[in-house]
């Protein structure tokens, strides 16, 4: 470590010493709003040579002394070429135009420009949110996590459920990040929707592989999500009146060309119907996004962001579950030199899940908090060379449940389990780096710990087993406890320590082609603890200490990138193997529900996934839309611990419970005229592993099943096709907007099954299978509009 670190200064301070250039820098901003825009691209070609705006509108570039033309793009905005003659460092800051309030081309990618063949970025898919606001989806209501299974690696556990799957990882595996602060269950209505509103959103950024060294904890994908800043300039509000729920946003100027607002809600009311027929159950959810922005001086801006949102599911008014996220983010965005960008934020993030029982008259809360404080800097050494290098830490709370009598008569005792804290910590440094005219990369270094802190109760297990294997029935069962300690939550009852190296290179042979490669390590020390395939609200979430280990992954990449007919289409071909270590599983008959003894359910084995992903897509013309195809498996396993241990499903290999060796999407949009826009999704995905019986026997005048091995058996395959079109009306006046969407989900009424189960037919006498499938064909229609 320490020789790594004398490498790392010796070449920042021999680079800096060696600079003769002048620095450009500045801010890009949406001409008609003031809202920066990420990932703009800013060329100069006769230097053949450029950079790309950071997460707020931050550029730097270093220029010889002189006259220069400079080229900046963006997808649905003109582009402005301008000469910029700079004999000192110079501030300057650029508007861009946007082209088309609606009808931007429908792209995968904020932009196709030839830099993007050269950066040695793979695996990394980004979605226009005006694409996603034109796809088909469920009840017509717009979602970014639906929107992302259409693209090649990403999947989930079949309709209804939650969350999303990454190149064969699990729903846990995948760091979800809204305006930088961690979501932890990203779904609405068990699944049915997204936490995200559309209208609140400015971009969104995929990692599956090759992920920055600025990023950890989770072994699977990072989503890294950006609210708008708000109209600095004037006010306008937008929104949407759909089948079960409606969204409203405004925006406008605190201080004109400095600060903005935002404020958006979102709610649906499909049980309102429910009332009116006398129908004592509801589901529904609603959710705040806020934001604030103030720009001090060309040096410093100070950024609020937050997130409410809560679901509500009752049944009967004796079954009440509530559950939903809160985060907030106070961010001081500072150019600290012409070269240097700072970012320091304090984040707070609370996920609560409660129960309300009154069927037994008790309550039951549970959920995780934690305060994170992160300070990142971006140094844009010189047109070869970029440093992004920052501090992480982040505090924890689990809170794994805690009961309470409802009522004084109950006859119930409050029980609170056993509350778990824990601090994680992390140091990166990472270089982009153009070697040559034709090769670059990427290289850094994450330094990663995790400490977890003392608790109430720790129970102690002979030879620290939790778990023990019964050689009589050759099966798993839970330790009896030896005894207990209490330690203080001021110390530290277990430490860990990882490095993760990240390296992504890439080598062009010319403007149109690459090849490019990845590795990264990554460390995860939170623990999702479910028996389903998909988050529930009776999920717990447990850090790594005495009994459970963090998770660590190793993964590479190799892929091929072109871009052909003057750019008209596009094509990426990426391979994938990752390998993950500690894994849990859990031993067959494990209690997960209100168990304040996880460590006697659970063992570590390891998980690996490998794949190839396929997308085509078609950039330009009237016609737009991408092809995506990805072959995979998804294994796990989990052997003895000693050779007398048979190990879990005999320690043989056996598919995750999302593993999908087929996955076949196509998205498509057609634009007939200045009015009318016709979009269609089409999937086909081979079906979820489950678990069949195979036989069954006598006992006791008991019919006995008997199973086959885990997740030997499959589902049918699932497939599905939708359509919408979108209508946008003459405008009648120069201040209002607006459009219909009309679309069918599941044009062919598909019954795709969400899981089989077996009975006995009370008429024949005979073993019978019964589908259960969610939604057939589903029409919606969606009014939105702009003023």
Known sequence: MNKFLSLVFLLFFLVTNAQDKLVLNGVVKDASSNETLYGVNILLPTLNTGTITNEYGFYSIRLPNGTHQLKISYLGYQELVTEVTIEENQTLNFDLTPT?????????????????????????????????????????????????????????????????????????????????????????????????????????????????????????????????????????????????SSRLLAQGPIIKDKGSFLVGGRSSYAHLFLKLTDNPNSAYFYD?????????????????????????????????????????????????????????????????????????????????????????????????????????????????????????????????????????????????HKISENFSAVYGLRYSTFLRLGQKELNLYENDQAVIFNEDFGIYEEANPIGSKELSKNSIERSFGNLEPRLALAYSFNDFQSVKASYNRMSQYLHLITNTSSPTPLDIWAPSGKYIKPQLLDQVALGYFQNFNNEKYSLEL??????????????????????????????????????????????????????????????????????????????????????????????????????????????????????????????????????SPRNSNRLPAYHRLDISATYIPKRKTKNFESSWNFGIYNVYNRMNAVSLSFRKNEDSGNNEAVRLSLFGIIPSVTYNFKF
């Open 574 to 707: 990426e391979g994938f193997y990752k390998f993950i270590k500690k894994r849990l599983d859990y031993i067959d008959g494990a209690n997960l529900v209100a168990n304040n003894a996880i460590e006697q359910a659970i063992l570590p084995g390891t998980a690996r996934a490998y794949g190839l992903e396929l997308l085509l897509r078609k950039n330009t013309g009237r016609f737009t839309g991408w092809l995506a195809y990805t072959l995979s498996r998804s294994e796990q396993r989990t052997p003895g611990r000693t050779p007398e241990e048979s190990g879990l499903n005999n320690g043989n290999w056996y598919s995750t419970g999302y593993d999908k060796p087929h996955d076949i999407s196509f998205t498509g949009s057609y634009e007939i005229s200045e009015k009318w826009q016709i979009n269609t999704n089409f999937v086909y995905q081979t079906g979820l592993p489950t678990t069949y019986p195979t036989g069954q026997y006598r006992f006791e005048n008991l019919n006995i099943p008997v199973y």
């Open 100 to 244: 088309s309030e609606y009808l931007d081309e429908v792209v995968l990618t904020e932009d196709i420009e030839r830099l993007n063949i050269k950066k040695p970025e793979m695996s990394v898919n980004k979605l226009d949110i005006n694409t996603i606001q034109k796809l088909p989806v469920v009840f017509g209501e717009v979602d970014v996590v639906k929107s992302l299974l259409l693209l090649p690696g990403v999947s989930n556990a079949g309709e209804g459920s939650s969350g999303f799957n990454v190149r064969g990882g699990a729903v846990d595996q995948n760091l979800i990040l809204l305006d930088e602060a961690t979501i932890y269950n990203a779904s609405h209505l068990f699944g049915l929707f997204s936490v995200f509103n559309p209208d609140a959103i400015k971009n969104l950024k995929l990692y599956k592989g090759g992920i920055p060294a600025k990023y950890g904890g989770r072994v699977s994908s990072v989503l890294e999500i950006y609210q708008k800043d708000g109209n600095s300039k004037k006010f306008e509000a937008n929104g949407g009146i759909g089948v079960i």
């Open 288 to 432: 705040l996004n806020t934001k604030l922005s103030y720009r001090i001086d060309k040096s410093n801006s100070i950024l609020f962001s937050g997130y409410f949102g809560r679901d509500v599911f009752n049944i009967n008014e004796s079954f009440k579950n509530t559950y939903g996220n809160a985060v907030f983010n106070l961010r001081w965005n500072h150019v600290l030199t012409n070269d240097i960008f700072t970012n320091l934020s304090v984040i707070y993030s609370d996920y609560y899940y409660g129960l309300t029982l009154d069927f037994v008259e008790f309550n039951w809360n549970s959920g995780i908090k934690n305060l994170n404080l992160k300070y990142d800097f971006n140094h844009y050494l010189n047109e070869t060379i970029n440093f992004d290098y920052g501090v992480h830490s982040t505090y924890y709370e689990f809170n794994p449940g805690e009961i309470e009598p409802s009522t004084e008569s109950s006859g119930i005792n409050s029980f609170n389990l056993t509350k778990k804290y824990a601090f994680e910590n992390a140091v990166y440094f990472s270089v982009e």
